[in-house]
């Protein structure tokens, strides 16, 4: 799923991108004065801003929620592991104590 969303926002990025440089280009082949293309490139830099940082801020959430991911499944393998680990650890007890116990007998 986080690689859905990464995706879509690196879409989303290139489509304002390609939307921002295809303004530039219409601005600068338009027929209008130099103070009115400004202000029209004012407007489109303050929402391309604007949108960036929603971006950002969304690109930003996908990021915390991929490390909590990462920390559940470290946790979930260390707990995994641990058990693992103890089964082991009992395992051999008991197998030292069953080869004392026939050691002893034999003796």
């Known amino acids: 799923m986080a690689d859905e969303r990464g995706t879509s926002a690196a ?7 390609g939307a921002a440089m295809g303004a530039v280009a219409a601005l ?3 027929p209008q004065s130099g103070s009115e293309s400004r202000d029209q490139l004012r407007g489109y830099a303050r929402r391309a801003e604007h949108d960036f940082r929603d971006l950002a801020g969304r690109a ?3 990021f915390d929620e991929a490390v909590d991911q990462g920390k559940e499944f470290v946790d979930t393998k260390r707990s995994v592991l641990r058990e693992a680990f103890d089964a082991g650890r009992e395992a051999m007890k008991r197998e030292r104590g069953r080869a004392q116990d026939e050691g002893s007998e034999r003796g």
């Open 11 to 17: 879409v989303l990025l290139a489509f304002m991108g």
């Open 28 to 30: 600068l082949l338009a």
């Open 60 to 62: 930003g959430e996908v």
